[in-house]
């Protein structure tokens, strides 16, 4: 159980590009563990800048923003990265990175409990020390559970090389590995471009499972209603709003605030929000 309240805090945010452009502007922000955010907004809103610097990427603002100790944070670009040496199913395996290490060593202190000059008692208790850990994440069926995820998400077979794929390929297979890491907070950017229907699903349902709490770009307006609890929307006229609910409560709730402006497009200048 997190000993955090929120996963994710900005306080007084602001990021401004070369040229004196102000992409985001005094945003203060909290994000509860468990929510599902989809965050909408016209291209060159600030959507993905919002994104990078809540992975860390993006450094280069000022205010606060930080995550809760402890927290880790998964994130996906519209364009994910594969190690091209690698094969999908590897690519996938790095998900489990910290799992596969703790067995591979619990592998080496079995083995190493059959030299006669070991220090068995301080061998016991490591490996009753990493069993607990493994037991705890149900790490002892690697292969069984990447088969699993990448099956779920449609990913192509496992010796495939990721120099191959293509786009939509790439995304499932960076998907799968991501979704393994089981971070406390998942950002995702464009995650359902290049998915076909049957992926969308699996990916509806893995981000249902998920226990974290997850924020997602997307133009995909079926998808956001099937997924989101929350609504982060940059309306357009220096205005960003924060709706509980998924996007059909939300565009409902839009039209009776704006009225006939509803209608109106609006190119977003700047933004402003502020929820504790």
């Known amino acids: 159980m997190s000993s955090y309240q929120y996963v994710y805090v900005m306080n007084d ?20 563990p468990g929510a599902k955010i989809g965050v909408l907004g016209p291209n060159g809103a600030g959507k993905s800048t919002l994104l990078k610097i809540m992975a860390g990427i993006d450094k280069d603002f000022t205010g606060e923003a930080w995550a809760a100790k402890d927290a880790r944070v998964g994130y996906l670009p519209q364009e994910p990265q594969l190690d091209p040496n690698k094969t999908v199913q590897e690519n996938v395996l790095e998900g489990l990175g910290e799992v596969k290490h ?11 409990m059959a030299d006669p000059d070991a220090d068995f008692d301080a061998l016991m208790a490591e490996m009753g020390e990493l069993q607990e850990k493994i037991d705890a994440v149900d790490g002892w069926e690697l292969d069984r559970t990447i088969e699993m995820a990448m099956g779920a998400l449609r990913c192509p077979p496992g010796d495939t090389s990721v120099t191959n794929l293509s786009g939509g390929e790439k995304r499932r ?16 950017d464009e995650p359902t471009n290049d998915l076909d229907v049957d992926t969308l699903r699996a990916l509806e349902d893995a981000l249902s499972e998920f226990a974290g709490c997850a924020m997602i770009i997307s133009h995909d307006r079926w998808f956001l209603d099937r997924i989101a609890t929350h609504i982060l929307a940059f309306e357009g006229d220096s205005h960003v709003e924060w709706f509980e609910g998924n996007y059909e409560e939300y565009e409902a709730d839009r039209k009776r605030r704006l009225g006939h402006e509803a209608e109106q497009p609006h190119r977003l200048k700047f933004k402003k929000f502020s929820r504790a």
Do not use: C, H, Q, W
């Not at 602001?14 to 994000?31: D, P, Q, R, V, Y």
């Not at 703790?102 to 190493?112: F, L």
């Open 13 to 32: 945010m602001s990021k401004t590009f070369s040229g004196g452009k102000k992409i985001l502007e005094n945003i203060t922000l909290s994000f509860l």
């Open 173 to 188: 297979v960076a998907l799968a590995r991501l979704l393994l890491e089981k971070p406390d907070l998942l950002l995702l």
């Open 102 to 112: 703790m067995v591979d060593r619990y592998n080496e202190v079995s083995a190493e």
